[in-house]
């Protein structure tokens, strides 16, 4: 049989921790008992007799109440004198109801009640029934002579009642209160006890970690220390229970295995720093690249600007002043040099656009994306009046964004839609959105030329066109535009290629979290509901709301009200451009 210096640390700290686990236990069940009953007596106290003495008093006020009403009304038999004592008889009947459901520990108590009860009633039918009735019918003279010194005795013995009902409550109270004393007295030397044994057991705890844990540790620690230090050839030696003779074979094998990996550190940190001072290089380089472009951007809206206005200006000069005069070829090749000209200014000035999108920024705010509609359908009204278009959007969303850009954004999509027309064929653009997870889904739909699925992609590439310049007008950096501005919102553009006719681009913007919140409690709601849909579609088809995306644009397309070309009608719709133009 092992003695207990053969045992472990583990052995020793639970055995210790045993003992006084056991006797905190029992402390702890005792104090619990105790805490029940001191927290009964505290009951008692505030939500009994604390409540009965306050019941009482207002007994006795109740009893005070009827008898000057019924004095005040003998003297003047005026009936609206005895509204006090009827009162007072409801207060009464309600204050000992309610003393009554409080009264099953306290049968003393409830006793007193019931002969305060009698002297009340005895009182009642002795003096007040009789003077009340004497009064209304033999008049105030009758009804005062019975109001004697024996009249009075009968009430001084409700009185007395009432105050022996009091004295009880009192007394029964300051039982309570004694009790209550009694146990938190009780409850404090358990406390204290138990204080002793965690002191005591601590205290040994205390001892043996310092004999068998920390000395130990500390030798270990000094060790450690040399090696930290950079003595990684001083061997670490334990010493102490078991536990910590192979806690010192695991640090030596730490310290041998750290010595070994050292080079291989002091390598890589050599390759890391030529690296880092590789992509130094390159920052630095970016950030020049970065000035000249600045400067560049600066050059073309000044510098380059002035040549070509110059050489704009001076060739619509010729053309006006030579026209037909010189030859035919002649005449050609002005307008050949005036329309170079005024191209360069438009891909100068395109360019720029596209260059500062995203770093001249007002900073993003909440955006009314129907306010932009409106806006675009202002902006955009000379060229779809010129083309016969129509523009019609449904219910758009508020995101977080910069509105000038959002409103480039879209008058880029609709124009090109205008732009890209069939022949005789009226343009219709259609603008809607959509919650697709935690982003609005926008498209811009038209009827128009519609895009091959192999140029999809193509299209949003900078000055990639599709089509001669003779054929369609513009830069080819619309789409760009588009582009750029979308995913500086943090979203998505592309061409839906499955469109049965014209051309749909689509892209996604951040929803507002209290838009992903609505849209999720929406989904959420009771499958009962959706039992009834049926219904509540013909409903909204009867009273133009709710219904699919779809049948809100056909129903925009239905309507033929129209407003002005600087805000958006309610429903979405700028009007029928055939019925603006005439």
């Known amino acids: 049989m092992t003695g207990v210096r053969d045992w472990t640390l583990r052995q020793r700290v639970v055995a210790l921790l045993t003992v006084v686990a056991f006797l905190l236990i029992g402390l702890a069940g005792g104090a619990v008992a105790v805490a029940a009953k001191n927290r009964t007596h505290i009951d008692a106290i505030l939500n009994k007799t604390g409540p009965l003495r306050v019941q009482a008093q207002e007994l006795l006020n109740a009893l ?30 309600d204050l000992v109801a309610s003393m009554q459901r409080l009264l099953g520990d306290y049968p003393d108590i409830r006793e007193e009640l019931r002969v305060v009860e009698e002297r009340a009633e005895e009182w009642r039918q002795a003096v007040a029934v009789p003077v ?25 013995q409700a009185r007395r009642a009432l105050d022996s ?52 540790l500390t030798g270990l620690a000094d060790q450690v220390r040399e090696v ?49 001072g590789q992509l ?26 002035e040549p070509l206005r110059k050489v704009a200006s001076f060739c619509q000069l010729l053309q006006r002043r030579y026209a037909g005069q010189l030859d035919e070829r002649a ?31 007002t ?9 932009v509609m409106g806006d675009v359908a202002g902006q955009t009204e000379a060229a779809r009046q010129y083309a016969d278009a129509e523009l019609t959007w449904d219910e758009l969303p508020v995101i977080r964004g910069e509105e000038p850009l959002l409103t480039n954004l879209l008058a880029n999509l609709v124009s090109n839609s205008v732009k890209f027309r069939r022949p005789d064929v009226p343009p219709k653009v259609h603008v809607s959105a959509r919650l697709v997870g935690d982003e609005w889904e926008i498209s811009c739909q038209d009827n128009g030329i519609g895009i091959e699925p192999e140029f999809a992609d193509k299209i949003f590439v900078i000055f990639q066109r599709l089509h001669a310049k003779d054929a369609y007008p513009g830069t080819g950096i619309g789409l760009a535009i588009v582009k750029k501005i979308v995913e500086y919102h943090g979203g998505r553009v592309w061409v839906d290629t499955d469109t049965e006719e014209g051309t749909a681009i689509r892209f996604t913007l951040p929803a507002l979290p209290e838009d992903v919140e609505a849209a999720a409690a929406s ?48 429903g979405g719709r700028t009007g029928d451009m055939r019925e603006t133009v005439g």
């Open 64 to 93: 005070l109440d009827q008898e000057t009403a019924v004095r005040g009304y003998a003297v003047s038999g005026n009936p609206a004198d005895l509204a006090p004592y009827d009162a007072g008889r409801k207060r009464e009947q």
């Open 165 to 216: 009902l009091q004295f009880e409550i009192f007394e029964a109270r300051q039982r309570s209160a004694e009790d209550v004393r009694r146990t938190s007295n009780l409850l404090v030397v358990l406390l204290i006890v138990a204080v002793a044994v965690v002191i005591i057991a601590g205290s040994m705890l205390l001892v043996s970690l310092d004999r068998m844990v920390i000395r130990p």
């Open 523 to 570: 989904a959420e709601e009771p499958a009962a509901g959706e039992a009834v849909t049926g219904d509540g579609d013909e409903a909204a088809a009867e009273d133009g709301t709710g219904g699919t995306p779809e049948q809100a644009g056909r129903r925009a397309d239905e309507t033929e009200t129209t407003d002005g070309p600087d805000r958006a009608p309610e």
């Open 132 to 156: 009340v009735t004497t009064t209304q019918q033999n008049g105030t003279a009758a009804g005062q002579a019975l109001i004697t010194d024996q009249a009075r005795k009968q009430f001084d």
């Open 331 to 361: 005449d050609q090749y002005i307008a050949f040099a005036v329309d170079g000209a005024q191209r360069m200014q438009r891909l100068i000035n395109d360019l720029l656009a596209f260059s500062r999108i995203g770093r001249l920024t």
């Open 228 to 276: 930290a230090e950079g003595d990684y050839q001083h061997g670490i030696a334990g010493d102490g229970p078991p536990e910590f003779l192979r806690l010192a074979e695991d640090v030596d094998a730490m310290r041998r295995k750290i010595a070994k990996d050292l080079a291989e550190v002091r390598e890589a940190r050599e390759r890391i720093e030529w690296v880092n």
């Open 363 to 371: 900073g993003f705010t909440e955006v009314d994306m129907n306010k």
């Open 280 to 305: 130094q290089k390159q920052a630095e380089e970016l950030t020049r690249s970065n000035r000249d472009l600045e400067q560049f951007a600066y050059v073309a809206s000044h510098d380059l600007q």
